[in-house]
């Protein structure tokens, strides 16, 4: 069972290069999450989506854009990377009121 | 303020020390709650739920204090491996609005 996998684990962009990062759930969770984590912030929701075909807004959702057309797959875009946006990327899935799987996470760098 | 708070730390223990870590949290509509623990580099990973009437797994004991808006979690007999950030979770109505605690870093030293 690989619960949620995450990929690149590693990628290094050039500003204003754009990329997408994949998400996927093996467990039939209709929720999935994309988070950001940084140092002494810890950690933030970007976006969202409650079930195949739905996304939301979360806390930081400037700079990015997500698709779920599949209710296993969760894609997080960054349009034109920019800096800030270096961070590690974890993706997570779960039921309702039940505590989220994460995946092992993508460490972006934008130079 | 921050939704939900917890004391950074660092903890250092000695091994076999109990050691007890508080979160608080501001809105008083949440309405499940989650220990993670986080190793370096690593994900997070569900360390336990918190229930009403508090829950313990082997040497790990979380209390829900409703009133008082505060989640704890205890840790009995501290092992080496304990040493993680520790992460306490907050969740609304809403799906997606879980707020995560910024984390409480222990350290368990032979």
């Known amino acids: 069972n690989a619960g949620v996998t995450q990929t690149p684990k590693f990628r290094v962009l050039k500003t204003g290069q754009s990329m997408t990062l994949l998400c996927a759930q093996d467990m039939n969770h209709e929720y999935m999450y994309w988070y950001r984590q940084d140092p002494g912030m810890g950690l933030r929701l970007i976006h969202y989506?409650?079930?195949?075909?739905?996304?939301a807004k979360g806390e930081v959702p400037d700079g990015y854009n997500v698709s779920r057309l599949k209710k296993q797959n969760f894609l997080l875009g960054l349009e034109s990377a920019a800096p800030s946006q270096t961070s590690v990327y974890f993706c997570a899935s779960n039921e309702a009121n039940y505590g989220y799987t994460f995946g092992s996470g993508t460490r972006l760098t934008v130079v | 303020r921050k939704e939900v708070e917890q004391d950074p730390g660092p903890f250092n223990v000695p091994e076999g020390a109990t050691v007890a870590f508080n979160c608080t949290y501001s809105?008083?509509?949440?309405?499940?709650f989650f220990w993670y623990r986080q190793d370096c580099r690593k994900e997070p990973k569900l360390l336990m739920s918190?229930?009403?009437s508090g829950n313990e797994d082997g040497r790990f004991t979380a209390q829900l204090n409703r009133a008082s808006q505060y989640i704890s979690l205890l840790i009995r007999d501290s092992k080496l491996s304990d040493s993680a950030t520790y992460l306490c979770v907050v969740k609304g109505t809403n799906a997606g609005k879980s707020t995560f605690g910024d984390g409480t870093t222990l350290t368990v030293k032979p």
């Open positions: 989506s409650v079930g195949e075909g739905t996304t």
């Open positions: 809105n008083s509509a949440s309405q499940s």
């Open positions: 918190v229930y009403s």
